[in-house]
């Protein structure tokens, strides 16, 4: 058996804080939707969104029918979108204040989602601050985006809320948001 050195002690105590910090996914805050809000493939049914252990956000969506890139592709008007609606200010209402961060997965052609991290500043079109990742999963009908705490400006905590909205419609009738009424959950970041 080898002695230890210093130096390998100090290496150690700085790999356990770094799994520390970075491996322990935190708790997943869920949000469900059971009735059939605006019908169609893009009616919201879950949410859930959690801090994996890569230290990125992770948020699962998953909607009443399977969901494909051409799914949200329109043959006239805006595009169809998924979207965490984000509050940094934990305070902020969300039934009187418009999110500051939207995280959409749009379509960029028919075989192709497309995910982004937007800042909403004003009446101003929002921004694009960053990339985030969108897979599908198995069935279909889930899609799981990624993307990194600094494109929110690493507030300890945020609220969030999702929405849907279909292809080619511009009416509230057609978007479909979760929790219902206006409302969001909290979510400590750190």
């Known amino acids: 058996m080898r002695p230890l050195t210093l130096a390998a002690i100090a290496g150690a105590a ?71 609606r984000i509050w940094t200010d934990p305070d902020a209402d969300p039934a009187a204040t418009a999110p500051d961060r939207l995280v959409c997965v749009t379509a960029r052609a028919d075989d192709e989602l497309r995910g982004g991290v937007y800042e909403q500043t004003g009446a101003a079109l929002p921004r694009r601050r960053a990339d985030a990742s969108v897979k599908r999963n198995a069935s279909g009908r889930s899609v799981v985006i990624r993307f990194t705490q600094s494109s929110l400006g690493r507030p300890q905590r945020i609220r969030f809320a999702v929405e849907s909205t279909r292809p080619g419609c511009e009416r509230t009738s057609c978007i479909d948001t979760v929790p219902d009424k206006g409302t969001a959950r909290t979510f400590r970041l750190r």
Request: charged share 20%; net charge positive.
């Open 14 to 84: 700085s790999a356990l804080v770094v799994s520390a910090a970075f491996g322990a996914a935190s708790k997943t805050s869920v949000v469900s939707d059971p009735g059939d809000d605006v019908g169609g493939p893009l009616d919201l049914t879950r949410a859930s969104l959690q801090r994996a252990s890569d230290g990125r956000l992770r948020a699962v969506v998953t909607f009443a029918e399977k969901v494909t890139p051409k799914t949200l592709l329109a043959r006239s008007g805006p595009p169809g979108s998924a979207c965490l």
